[in-house]
């Protein structure tokens, strides 16, 4: 078996792992917290949850998920975790997938216009920026723009964007946003100091010196060396919107797997709980995978070319 073939299967065993350990967790924590009152041994906690465990892998094992109980979220019926699933993974999936494409996009231009520029002025402009954005809290940026909204509304009459509600149009506007804050800041600060020190390497200065135009520069030579932490970048700005994304999808009212995670949560629902967080885990470590994946066929691309 080759290197490649170890690193997958080592990975995907991984994943697996990850996600078992997420639905024992979600029992143990949602028991615990559903006897909190009765003041229940560990061990009754414990024996609740292996037994809550078990029933969960042993619908799975039988090609079901079984049934979410937390009915008040699932318009007012009950419905097996697959139904679930398919209908909140993939409106949380377009709101994380337009955030985090948006944070990549404008996080890589004010890091490399922020590395680029020879503005003091500027450069401390667009850092600090990024450092105000990265401090802020998700709910605190929701509210602003609410209000922001409901200010518009009132005093000039303009709509600017719905602020709740779910749907492919003008409603994406808000939560994708707030979900797009943070990733943003880090993508920005990852880039800002890799294209800066990129930028003042030896091979940097000789391509300067052979009369290169900046934008050739920077576009050809730094920021495709410093592409890699970029990418790592990116992976750890997935893992920030996928973390925020309960708060968001509350705020803003968006029926995802964050709102129906934080209602099974409300509802002491351990196997609802235990697959969205599954669902959440097991995206983010795929992404990751393929991004790590990425990086090293640039690193790979890269020493190839130099030697």
Do not use: C
Request: net charge positive.
């Amino acid at each position: 078996m080759n290197r490649a073939a170890v690193a997958v299967l080592t990975r995907a065993l991984l994943v697996i792992f990850t996600f078992i350990l997420i639905v024992v967790l979600a029992q143990i924590a949602l028991v615990a917290a559903r006897t909190r009152f009765d003041h229940a041994p560990i061990g009754d906690i414990l024996q609740q949850a292996w037994e809550g465990t078990q029933d969960y892998f042993s619908s799975l094992f039988q090609g079901s998920l079984g049934e979410a109980t937390s009915t008040s979220i699932l318009g007012g019926r009950r419905r097996s975790m697959g139904e679930v699933l398919l209908d909140a993974y993939p409106k949380s999936m377009l709101l994380v997938g337009l955030a985090v494409s948006l944070a990549t996009v404008l996080g890589m231009a004010v890091g490399v216009v922020a590395a680029a520029t020879r503005s003091r002025r500027l450069r401390a402009v667009l850092v600090g920026s990024t450092m105000a954005v990265i401090s802020l809290p998700s709910f605190l940026l929701a509210i602003l723009l609410i209000l922001l909204s409901a200010e518009m509304v009132r005093r000039y009459n303009i709509r600017l964007w719905p602020s709740f509600g779910f749907g492919v149009d003008d409603h994406l506007i808000l939560p994708t946003l707030v979900l797009a804050a943070r990733p943003f800041a880090q993508i920005a600060s990852f880039a800002f100091v890799a294209v800066d020190e990129e930028l003042g390497a030896d091979y940097v200065r000789t391509a300067r010196s052979k009369g290169l135009l900046e934008r050739v520069v920077i576009g050809r030579h730094a920021l495709r060396n410093a592409l890699v932490p970029i990418l790592g970048a990116i992976a750890a700005a997935l893992s920030i919107g996928l973390s925020t994304l309960p708060v968001v999808e509350v705020f803003f009212s968006w029926p995802g797997l964050g709102f129906s995670l934080l209602q099974a949560i409300q509802r002491f629902d351990a196997a609802t709980a235990g697959t969205l967080l599954g669902a959440l885990v097991v995206t983010i470590a795929i992404v990751r995978f393929a991004l790590d994946a990425a990086a090293s066929r640039l690193i790979h691309a890269s020493t190839g070319a130099a030697s």
